[in-house]
């Protein structure tokens, strides 16, 4: 399996575009997560996915910010419009439970930077 | 522009000697707690895991402590080598999901 995959890898834009950040979990994985990782807050939970259905988004930081997954291969989070307090590192990652015993794979993450 | 970050925690050890990186939970509730190495440039990788039925557990050069008295949880590396390089997180069962601690950068000198 190649692991958990996110794309782009590096993603520089402007203060008030729209980013959309892109993850293909593990196959056979039912859970998928989106973090953000910042060296002021560390690595936050934002949103996590049951079989596709949205479980718990209360850590996701305002409107701006969506999360989506269409199916079970393939998920995305949106920043609309971007700010540069947006600029941070964001992992997907997958488990097979909801506490990843074994723990979640983590994809290499999406670096963002808002200018 | 950015705001100036924290500094993580730092260990800096001798190539061969052992390392322990401590972590403090807050849930006294948490019965689920998992430890995490993050290489630079790449997403955290599971190390080790302990429930809060056990106190140890060993796996190859690590063992994970848990003191559930005083909410403490310890990583243990023996023989630390450059490859161990990285930063260490814990994360602990939190209201059924997983939540990261501040994480300790551990720098190995040879």
């Known amino acids: 399996d190649a692991g958990v995959i996110q794309s782009p890898r590096h993603e520089v834009t402007e203060m008030g575009q729209e980013v959309t950040l892109r993850c293909k979990p593990i196959?056979?994985?039912?859970?998928l997560f989106w973090y953000r990782q910042t060296m002021m807050r560390g690595l936050e939970l934002l949103i996590y996915?049951?079989?596709?259905?949205?479980?718990?988004d209360s850590g996701m930081p305002e409107d701006r910010f969506s999360a989506k997954m269409p199916n079970a291969s393939f998920s995305t989070l949106k920043i609309q419009p971007s700010e540069p307090r947006d600029s941070a590192v964001y992992f997907c990652?997958?488990?097979?439970?909801?506490?990843?015993?074994?723990?979640?794979?983590f994809g290499s993450g999406t670096r963002l930077t808002v200018v | 522009g950015e705001s100036v970050g924290l500094h993580l925690p730092t260990l800096s050890v001798q190539e061969g000697d052992n390392s322990i990186i401590n972590c403090a939970y807050s849930?006294?509730?948490?019965?689920?707690f998992i430890w995490y190495k993050q290489e630079s440039g790449k997403g955290p990788q599971f190390i080790i895991d302990?429930?809060?039925?056990?106190d140890k557990r060993q796996g190859q050069r690590v063992t994970v402590l848990l003191n559930k008295t005083v909410k403490h949880l310890s990583l243990q590396i023996a023989a630390t080598q450059p490859g161990d390089s990285a930063v260490y997180f814990c994360?602990?069962?939190?209201?059924?999901?997983?939540?990261f601690g501040q994480g300790t950068e551990l720098s190995v000198k040879p």
């Open positions: 990652a997958s488990s097979l439970t909801a506490l990843g015993e074994v723990g979640y794979t």
């Open positions: 196959s056979g994985h039912d859970y």
């Open positions: 996915f049951n079989n596709n259905v949205p479980i718990d």
């Open positions: 849930n006294s509730a948490s019965d689920y």
């Open positions: 302990i429930r809060s039925n056990m």
């Open positions: 994360a602990e069962n939190k209201e059924g999901k997983l939540i």
